[in-house]
């Protein structure tokens, strides 16, 4: 076999779409603006703590809904009490634009409002394990962004948190959506490619994700 070829990756389960390069390198520079002042507060980026005592190797901070395992609230209760800053209309449109651009669906993009994004900050060794976004009420699609250092995202399938899945590479400025059957599908993240990322972003190391969320939730029927 001739290794100067790529090898062949195994095709994306449907309703997973990876769109390389979608955010321009301005637009990763605004992003990473956002998300700077978001990770100071009202409620700053953290490690999340886990039921088992854990601590998770990401730090997170969230907009629009306050994400701790397993459930969402308005209120920080996990970090300082404070509510979470308000999901901005900007990005309901940024989300609007990558699920049209992944479908090519105008009325799925059209009726897409997420309300919730989790922003995560990844350094050279942070990891995330195999899980599922199962938090929200909703089968809404999710929106995943990523500027700075290359990951490797493993895809997986959605009934176990095991084989077959498949890794794929995600660079700054791509994006990745999951939704219809493969809302519910098993992903993590086993690796980052420290030193990858282009510092123009205004990133100085790391990875930043953002995956916006339809929780599905309202302020009278939040998480029971
Ligand atoms: C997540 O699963 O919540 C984040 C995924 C990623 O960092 O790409
Ligand atoms: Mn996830």
Redesign the pocket.
Known sequence: MNALLPLPTAPLPPGAVHVPGWLTLDQQRELVAACRAWAVGPVPIRHTRLPNGGVMS?RTVCIGWHWQPYRYTRTAGDVNGQRVAAFPDWMVRLGRRAVLDAYGDEAAAAAYAPDTA?I?H?DGQAK?GM?Q?KDEKSSAPVV?L?IGDT?V?RVGNTETRNRPYTDIE?ASGDL?VFGGPSRFLY???PRILEGTADPATGLTSG?L?I?MRVTGLTDTHPTP
Do not use: I, P, Q
């Open positions: 990401v989790l995560n990844y995330l899980h976004d995943s990523s990951c995202f995600l990745f992903h993590g993240v990875r994700n995956t």
